[in-house]
């Protein structure tokens, strides 16, 4: 296959200039492609090495995709081995910037504090804590994020050294809109991994639901920003 017109003389051998009559001659003649190349899982700069001398237009969509390295194709539209498209559309990997939000400074919070917490057994050394108090609720804290991050990431339960009783409900809202919301006891922990693109603010909550003080933890908080 090759991106000039099909029937095209592509290459002689030997030359016409060292052609006498009665030898054979080696024609290459270009035919048009049939089946798209697949190119998922090669970097991005293999995928066009591949795909450009067929005369495919190549779109490239960069998406936020730690587990593999940069630069790597991680999927292509259409798929690799269906017919022959003179345009394909390729998602690229960038891993993104993590920061936890220990690093940060927050911009108003209500019983806020940063350290090692234990949750369910298992330490996260770089956790923001939320005090629950029934009394006082809810207790916050808020974030500037500068329109910068794609994702916040991170383990939500209950302080191991709190009450075996105590409950609480965590409400997450990025610019003023609930982008999570979670309800652990002692011993639960929840995955928190949400989208935030573009949020400028990040605020916090934490509802006690229960008469027990104590801290409800958000294990290793971070943001992935671009």
Not at 19 to 40: C, F
Not at 176 to 189: N, P, Q
Not at 197 to 221: A, H, K, Q, S
Request: hydrophobic letters at 40%.
């Amino acid at each position: 296959p090759s991106k000039e017109p099909p029937g095209t003389v592509l290459s002689v051998s030997p030359s016409s200039a060292e052609v006498r009559s009665g030898d054979e001659v080696s024609i290459v003649i270009s035919i048009a492609p049939t089946i798209l190349p697949t190119v998922t899982l090669m970097s991005d700069a293999a995928a066009a090495s591949v795909l450009e001398p067929l005369g495919v237009s190549i779109t490239r969509v960069y998406v936020l995709a730690e587990d593999w390295p940069a630069g790597t194709v991680v999927s292509q539209t259409p798929v690799g081995e269906s017919s022959f498209s003179p345009s394909v559309t390729l998602e690229v990997s960038f891993p993104g910037v993590t920061t936890y939000l220990t690093d940060m400074d927050w911009v108003a919070h209500d019983g806020a504090g940063y350290g090692a917490f234990t949750v369910d057994g298992t330490v996260f050394p770089r956790s923001v804590g939320v005090l629950t108090n029934p009394r006082s609720s809810p207790m916050f804290v808020e974030y500037n994020l500068g329109h910068k991050a794609l994702r916040l990431r991170g383990t939500l339960g209950i302080s191991d050294d709190e009450p075996s009783t105590m409950r609480s409900t965590v409400r997450i809202f990025a610019d003023g809109l609930l982008v999570f919301e979670g309800t652990v006891g002692l011993g639960d922990s929840i995955d928190i991994d949400i989208d935030i693109t573009n949020c400028l603010r990040l605020r916090i909550e934490n509802n006690g639901l229960t008469e027990d003080r104590g801290w409800t933890v958000l294990g290793d908080l971070r943001v992935v920003a671009q």
